[in-house]
């Protein structure tokens, strides 16, 4: 197995004899990466071919991997190292996907020599096997069995049609109190298919230690559609199905079939930053009223609805806040916003009647000022505060919500906004 040193979103991985993939892995990584590609949200690029030869990320980041060799993608951020990288991103996962993460979880894993899927299957395994030693949840299960001894009810029907000529059977209707429940049949493939994935020893063992547990739970032949009930009963096994439905999510069509071409754990920046920023500003502005990706309201009205609007985030019903995934350049006139994002903004603002509209972006340090708003302006004609704003998404996830109520609460304005 080859596992390559991590790149950045559109970083190149040379293709060659003196390049970092010779032909066949390439080709296999960009087979894996297209056919990957059409189940992520808006359908990124991935991997692109290039000239050079070689093979060019996309705005995406994650793990691909092949029998024979292992690439990971990082965010294009500001950072010291790939492992603050790689904290970072698993910090935001852990906030968008409600995962059972924490920031001392992170402190000691090996987060600078593991990539980004090890890491997670280390976290997974260990919450996992923590939560099992106490027992799995069960559940009163029914059961329909023909048996010489009287459990449960009589099925009359069925004892008349089936064992009219079997007097030594009876037809019993009963529950019984068992593990082989849904959600432990989707952790069960979740442990399974990651003891075949992971390529860490350790991990590898805590694994396969669990998965011992597990005797009395059937395997289930399409996890991801299994009907999971949570309610207090599991409550200790909410997060970690989230966990497992999120490592089970993009692969298991292709692996149960027989072809075990590569596993990939990838997520669009765009959607990931989008999902981060909302999660984050509804604890930062708990309890007020923040709704993610909004869709009541419409660009045109009459005669009948139509052309739907959904912004990212919309704050007490009248402040809209869109994310983009983008770097801002300070050298360059407006930052280089986008004049179609202007639009854009402005659509949301005049359905909404908003008092204010929020760009919000990932600060660098190109912009030579500490994250929070950086240019503030007004829009044409209704005069709405219009903000660019950045958050820094390498910092702890308390500095972000931090971060995120000073723009919200910022004192300019007063004259149209109250918190």
């Known amino acids: 197995m080859n596992t390559l040193p991590p790149i950045k979103e559109w970083e190149e991985l040379s293709i060659g004899k003196s390049g970092q993939l010779v032909d066949r892995d390439a080709q296999r990584l960009h087979k894996l990466a297209e056919r990957i590609k059409g189940r992520l949200k808006g359908r990124p690029t991935v991997l692109t071919r290039t ?29 010291e190292d790939d492992r603050s990288l790689r904290q970072s991103l698993v910090r935001m996962l852990a906030v968008a996907r409600k995962l059972p993460i924490a920031d001392h979880d992170l402190a000691p894993l090996e987060i600078q020599h593991e990539n980004l899927l ?7 395994s260990n919450r996992l096997h923590s939560a099992i030693r106490r027992g799995l949840p069960h559940r009163y299960i029914g059961h329909e069995d ?13 004892q008349f049609s089936r064992n009219a000529v079997r007097p030594d059977r009876l037809a019993c209707a009963f529950d019984e109190f068992s593990p082989d429940t849904p959600l432990n049949r989707v952790l069960k493939a979740a442990v399974v298919r990651l003891a075949t994935v992971s390529k860490s020893a350790s991990n590898q063992r805590m694994l396969i230690e669990s998965l011992a547990r597990f005797d009395a739970v059937s395997d289930s032949p399409d996890p991801l559609r299994e009907r999971v009930m949570l ?19 993009s692969n298991w069509q292709s692996t149960t079939s027989g072809r075990d071409e590569g596993f990939s754990l990838l997520f669009p920046m765009n959607e990931l930053f989008e999902e981060y920023i909302g999660r984050s500003l509804k604890i930062a502005l708990s309890p007020r009223n923040v709704k993610l990706q909004d869709k009541v309201r419409y660009a045109i009205n009459s005669p009948s609805n139509r052309f739907n609007l959904q912004p990212d985030i919309v704050v007490d019903g009248n402040v809209i806040v869109d994310t983009k995934w983008k770097e801002l350049r300070p050298e360059k006139r407006d930052f280089d916003v986008k004049q179609d994002d202007i639009y854009q903004m402005l659509a949301y603002s005049r359905a909404y009647g908003a008092k204010r509209a929020i760009l919000l972006y990932p600060w660098h340090r190109g912009l030579e000022r500490e994250p929070g708003i950086c240019q503030s302006w007004q829009s044409s004609g209704d005069s709405i505060p219009f903000d660019i704003a950045t958050v820094d998404v390498t910092r702890r996830n308390h500095t972000v919500r931090k971060t995120l109520r000073e723009i919200l609460l910022n004192s300019n304005l007063s004259r149209n906004f109250v918190m």
């Open 51 to 79: 000239a050079t030869p070689g093979l060019k990320a996309g705005q995406v980041v994650g793990v691909l991997t092949t029998p024979s060799v292992t690439v990971e993608i990082l965010p294009k951020i500001d950072a």
């Open 118 to 124: 090890e890491v997670l299957i280390r976290i997974f």
């Open 231 to 249: 309610d207090r009963t599991n409550r200790t096994f909410h997060q970690l199905y989230d966990m497992a439905k999120l490592l089970l999510a």
């Open 146 to 158: 023909d048996l010489p001894r009287l459990k449960g009810k009589l099925n009359v029907k069925r």
